[in-house]
């Protein structure tokens, strides 16, 4: 019995130690998980890029931090609350739609069925419309006639892309305004020197007006351009080698067309589709009824409302 009672008491001494040595181990994991936390902490406030520094053989973790993120959306909400508070002082009953990222792979662009000319080819493409699935159009002004710096302001504070095709007959009256346009990352394309009927000239004709705006551009703006959009459409064969001889890569006719106080269309649905072009013109109330904002308003209203965004025509060539 004797030895029972010892074996006892032994039991209950190493149960005792066991507890004790628990207790210890605890306090030790709990310990390290407070390093461990800490150097997590240290970490993301110390690493150039947030990351902690991997086991060896694993990879780094490269997830942003969390105050990245909440920054990120910060920045998002303000500049929604900013369009939105522009289009309401521009007079627009909805903000723009913002438009989705430039696709990463640009689409393959050929030339309308019907739009072409003998030996297509191996010219530039005359197109109405970019292919793609996404709910974007793009928005493109002719000539330079007028030149409202309400337009500047308005485009600028609502956002909103444009590409501009302009003829130096009319620009040459100022061409610091669209100088400010581009400073504004609005691309300034061919639209002729004097904006004439091409398929009435001949093909060294053609290519003194095409090639001439060129240089013109270049000069005034540093850039030659790659898109030349023929006055009112109308292009020969001649037009398409003269443009391709001075450097143009495509030629994006339009779509529709927009006023203030109105939509043309070229489909027979009238209606926008995804990709479409849509052309205007530097104008003001000498030439139709309204001024330029109020074209834009026109614009918006119908592409917002039928779920568009307006993206910017470079990215998708």
């Known amino acids: 019995m004797q ?25 030790v994991r709990a310990g390290a998980a407070v390093l461990t936390a800490a150097a997590i902490v240290s970490g993301c406030a110390s690493g150039d890029d947030g990351g902690a520094n991997p086991a060896p053989g694993q990879q780094r973790l490269d997830a942003p931090p969390a105050r990245a993120l909440d920054s990120y959306a ?15 002082r521009w007079g627009l009953a909805k903000p723009p739609l913002a438009a989705p990222p430039a696709p990463a792979k640009k689409p393959a662009i050929t ?73 504004r990352g609005v691309a300034l394309n061919n639209h002729t020197l004097n904006h004439p009927y091409l398929p009435g000239l001949s093909y060294k004709q053609q290519r ?18 790659e898109l030349f959009r023929p006055p009112y459409g109308n292009y020969n064969a001649d037009s398409l080698r003269a443009a391709k001889s001075c450097g143009i890569k495509a030629v994006p006719l339009w779509a529709s067309e927009a006023f203030p106080d109105r939509m043309d269309w070229r489909e027979w649905d009238r209606d926008l589709h995804p990709g479409d072009i849509i052309l205007t013109h530097f104008r003001g109330r000498e030439d139709w009824k309204g001024t330029m904002p109020d074209m834009i308003r026109k614009v918006m209203k119908t592409v917002t409302d039928k779920g568009y965004a307006v993206a910017r025509l470079e990215d998708y060539l």
């Open 111 to 183: 030339t309308r069925k019907g739009f072409e000319v003998k030996g297509q080819a191996s010219l530039p493409p005359v197109f109405t419309t970019i292919p793609t699935k996404k709910k974007v159009v793009f928005l493109t002004i002719d000539d330079g006639a007028e030149k409202d710096p309400a337009l500047l302001k308005m485009m600028s504070e609502l956002q909103i892309p444009y590409t501009a095709f302009l003829s130096d007959y009319l620009v040459k009256e100022d061409y610091g305004y669209f100088k400010k346009m581009q400073s």
């Open 3 to 27: 030895l029972v009672r010892q074996n006892d008491k032994f039991r209950a001494r190493r149960k005792g130690r066991g507890r004790a040595q628990g207790r210890v181990r605890g306090r």
């Open 208 to 225: 003194r007006e095409i090639c001439g705006m060129q240089d013109v551009i270049h000069k005034r703006y540093g850039k030659r351009p």
């Open 74 to 88: 910060h920045k998002l909400r303000v500049t929604q609350v900013a369009r939105a508070a522009a289009a309401k």
